[in-house]
């Protein structure tokens, strides 16, 4: 992995790091058939592309006590380490809950705002016969934070559905937990089915046929965002760590041959380390071949600047989901970047202690989507309503403004109301 010059990227360089996608447009058109399907013919459709697609029978496709009987059965250490994220997860997000306030602006006008769960969320949790407890978390406890009234998870379904991400579902709070997976899950949360509940917002990863359904039934139900692969950039300087900046690197491409693994230093010595150290740490690495493939991908590299303040716009540029600074003024760099998912500060902050345990949300915008929006919280989960009372002082000292405004837009009747109030109207 040879390291290149910020300043030597040309338009379609930079166009394949920033303008990164989901990769979804190759599966629309199928998706768009199954979402049609599940959304006509319910739990029919949705049984046959679970044998089609999982290779599994699916009877009964409610599992939620078979979550609570795995809980009971797990493994001593493995029930503790899910147990102890669950209460670092729910620690942070309980501290994002926004409380209600009103308040008085001028004599005679009081505003504010409350804040109310929505009531019906579905929570797509990757799976099957692989093991994502820390996705369960991560979807379901801010959504039990909010006080989401149903939470309903859905997870691929497997001839052994795994016991771990049974337990961490169970553990999170959900209320039920359904076992289908892909896009068929996504379309029976938005429309329901015999077995599975419509819900009104669907969030959580998935691979591209999950984001694709997200995107084909966005409009009927509200999504989180359409996330694509999972990214990670590196800021760092000389002081940095090579060995630790290629292990961070490494650790985000065994995700997935598409993934975006990026450095960009102002230090051509440490981005050569960075490179030796990814050639001597890989082959240990179990999954070498997907490591290898993300690191070869176009959204990829180690990008050198010709100082801070370039490597600081390539950032910004970027938007990673995952933004790890390892340079001696961390926090000077921090104040210079707005667009980034989830930051990881110093030599001891690796991004998988926020995958993981940290008690941040690991569901984050990819794509460049960090430009626009924030990862999963207690927000996601809640609508904002404003209040306002207004007494005949209040309303005084604005009737002029608002019978204005409104007789300026031709809707005289709004004039009326406020008149009506103090002379009779006409």
Known sequence: MNARQIADLGPDDRRALFDRDAGIEAVRDDVGDIVARVREEGDVAVREFCREFDGVEVGNLDVTDAAERAYEDLDDDLRSAIEATARNVREFHEAQAPDDWRESFGEGRELGRRFRPIERVGVYVPGGAAAYPSSALMGVIPATVAGVEQVLVA???ADELNPATLAAIHVAGADTVVSVGGAQAVAAMAYGTEQVDRVQKIVGPGNKWVTAAKAEVRG???????????????????????????????????????AAVALATDDEAL?????????????????????????????????????????????EEYAAEHLSIQADDDEAILDRIDSAGSVFLGPYTPVAAGDYASGTNHVLPTNGLAKLTGGLSVDTFVRSTTVQRLDETGLG????????????????????????????GD
């Open 220 to 258: 009927d139900v509200e999504i989180d965002f359409l996330a694509g692969p999972s990214e990670v950039l590196v800021v760092a300087d000389d002081t940095a760590d090579p060995e630790l900046v290629a292990a961070d690197l490494l650790a985000q491409a065994e995700h997935d041959p598409d």
């Open 271 to 315: 981005a050569e380390a960075v490179a030796d150290e990814i050639d001597r740490q890989a082959p240990e690495r179990e999954r070498t071949e997907t490591i290898r493939a993300a690191l070869d991908n176009e959204t990829s590299g180690l990008f050198v600047a010709r100082s801070m303040s370039e490597a600081v716009l390539f950032a």
């Open 397 to 424: 000292d604005l009737s002029e403004t608002i019978t204005t405004l409104a007789e300026a837009e031709g809707l005289e009747a709004h004039a009326e109301s406020v008149r009506k109030r103090f002379d009779g």
């Open 155 to 157: 997870t691929p379904p």
